[in-house]
């Protein structure tokens, strides 16, 4: 998951076409593999991958900002040539993005985990971040919630807990 623009983003961002947008949410159904072909249906090939996800005003107006600077007929949202983006050259993009901005860089999945965390200190339920992450099993989620509190917040609690 990716937060742009006050929006929670899947990793299957440069998978999405312009089609999969539905009012205010954004299904999401198919992904690219390792050698750049749209397979559609979702890893794991489970119900659980399959899913729609809502869009914030703020994400619905990014999104109409990238689609007046595109063709009309381009059917991905993220893409190069006529083909969606392969994982390795979105998180290339991803890092000069970050560059040019003087951020830290995280791969795509590193900002699935990341993102997921803070959502989770903010208040998300673990079952709807299950939900939005596509996931079969709650433990699949916790597993991206393990270390989000420093030794130092957790030392803190103890002491408060404690004494």
Same mark, same amino acid.
């Given at each position: ?11 299957? @961002? %440069?998978?999405? #076409? ?7 949410? @954004? ?11 749209? !397979?559609?249906?979702? #890893? ?5 991958? @399959?899913?729609?996800? /809502?869009?914030? /005003? ?36 991803? %890092? ?6 003087? !951020? ?5 999945? %590193?900002?699935?985990?990341? &993102? ?6 903010n208040g998300m339920e673990d079952t709807e971040l299950q939900k939005l992450l596509g996931h079969t099993t709650l433990s699949m989620t916790q597993h991206y919630l393990c270390n989000i509190t420093s030794n130092e917040e &957790?030392?803190? #609690? ?6």
């Open positions: 998951m990716i937060h742009i623009g006050g929006y929670l983003i899947d990793i299957r @961002i %440069k998978d999405l #076409k312009w089609s999969d947008i539905d009012g205010d949410s @954004i299904r999401i159904q198919r992904f690219v593999d390792d050698k750049n072909r749209v !397979i559609n249906s979702i #890893k794991g090939n489970t119900a659980d991958g @399959i899913r729609s996800m /809502p869009l914030t /005003p703020a994400t619905k107006a990014i999104l109409s900002r990238i689609r007046k600077l595109q063709p009309d007929n381009q059917e991905f949202i993220f893409y190069r040539g006529d083909s969606p983006l392969a994982t390795v050259t979105f998180n290339r993009r991803l %890092k000069k993005c970050c560059e040019d901005l003087g !951020i830290e860089y995280r791969s795509s999945h %590193k900002l699935r985990f990341s &993102t997921a965390s803070i959502m989770y200190k &957790t030392a803190s #609690k103890m002491a408060a807990i404690l004494g």
